[in-house]
């Protein structure tokens, strides 16, 4: 599936489903609890922190999941086309940033 249709998807499942949407406060506020989780998952998995039983059953893949969908309603809502804030983010990246990585010692 690409971008475009995710957040087509996505717009198709709230108009059917979801009544509306969430106004973008809400959902901002939704985006930072989703990456909270994800945050609490990747310091259980990859960190130095414990499981508790009320973690285990958590995937990363639906964490993420979780988190691209808040940030595609807000696309949506808010009239961003990903696909082009994506390729447009890629290049500026690219312009920025095309020999600082290569030079960075730490990095090797």
Same mark, same amino acid.
């Given at each position: 599936?690409?971008?475009?249709?995710?957040?087509?998807?996505?717009?198709?499942?709230?108009?059917?489903?979801?009544?509306?949407?969430?106004?973008?406060?809400?959902?901002?506020?939704?985006?930072?609890?989703?990456?909270?989780? *994800? &945050?609490?998952? !990747? $310091?259980? %998995?990859?960190?130095?922190?414990?499981?508790?039983?009320?973690?285990?059953?958590?995937? *990363? &893949?639906?964490? !993420? $999941?979780? %988190?691209?969908?808040?940030?595609?309603?807000?696309?949506?809502?808010?009239?961003?086309? *990903?696909?082009?804030?994506?390729?447009?983010?890629?290049?500026?990246?690219?312009?920025?940033?095309?020999?600082?990585?290569?030079?960075?010692?730490?990095?090797?």
């Amino acid at each position: 599936m690409t971008i475009a249709e995710a957040q087509k998807k996505v717009d198709d499942w709230i108009k059917t489903f979801g009544v509306r949407y969430f106004n973008e406060l809400t959902n901002t506020a939704i985006l930072m609890e989703e990456v909270g989780e *994800l &945050a609490r998952l !990747m $310091a259980r %998995i990859y960190g130095e922190q414990s499981f508790k039983k009320s973690d285990q059953d958590h995937q *990363l &893949a639906d964490e !993420m $999941a979780d %988190i691209l969908w808040v940030l595609i309603c807000l696309a949506n809502q808010t009239g961003v086309d *990903l696909t082009g804030a994506l390729e447009k983010n890629i290049h500026k990246k690219t312009a920025r940033d095309a020999q600082r990585h290569q030079k960075n010692i730490k990095l090797k």
